[in-house]
């Protein structure tokens, strides 16, 4: 299976970690985010990782050069990082969706097993969002309605009282999914408010045609890196996963088998 990691940002909010490298290329712990994100797919046996890039995209190609690494990863360069929003970044990603995959944000740290639920998830449901659920949210977190596991919207802007979790940036597109999410793409992406939307809003109107459904992974490590307080939190979370030193890359990583 094929995996796309959006990483064309920069990550200002991590000023001045994020000067001069993109957010996918600060530590987090003993290796960079990026490399956790890879480490955790490749645990998982996606074997082709699309990287879309955009500020800072030399020091992201020097970081996927891992030669005999037993995967393939490969580098999309998105010129309008600077100007758009992430919806830009799938669009410049959209030939790649031509088979089943996984989409990722580009700023969520992950322990394996995350991925290994959501991969757990019904193999017959077109889209399948990785939700995580707490006590209270806030105005960050990317939040997200239910019917059961059937997803009814997501949005930073839902109502409190009609919160039933948050996406963490996680999802696989299978069988007619990776059409119909290219389709929804086409159609926002010909709207002139394109350039300031989410990729994740077009997965809310795709929810009204009850092809978006979810999978919990409550329990489970994973984390958002946004502020440098994110990446504190992160750099304890893999620390505690740390317990010697492994193959970077490795079929199945001996600290999570």
Known sequence: MKAIILSAGQGKRLMPLTERLPKCAVAVGSQTLIDWQIE??????????????????????RLLDRPGAGFEARTLYNPR???????????????EMDEDFILLNGDTVFEPAVLARLLDAPQNT????????????????????????RLLRVGKDLPLDQVDGESIGMMVFRGEGPRLFSDALKQAM?????PNRWYLSVLDEMAAAKVVWTQ?????????????MDLMRASTMVNSWDTGPVDVYPAVNPRFA
């Open 81 to 95: 990082f600077d100007t758009a929003d992430n919806l830009v970044s799938c669009w410049a990603a959209r030939a």
């Open 40 to 61: 955790g797919l490749a645990a998982n046996g996606i074997d082709q990782i699309v990287v879309v890039t955009g500020f800072g995209a030399e020091h992201v190609d």
């Open 190 to 194: 010909s709207r002139p408010e394109a």
């Open 126 to 149: 077109p889209v399948t969002l990785a939700v995580d659920h707490k006590a209270c949210y806030d105005d960050d977190d990317m939040k997200v309605k239910l019917d059961g596991q």
């Open 216 to 228: 919990s992974i409550q329990g489970l490590a994973w984390a958002e890196v946004d502020y440098p």
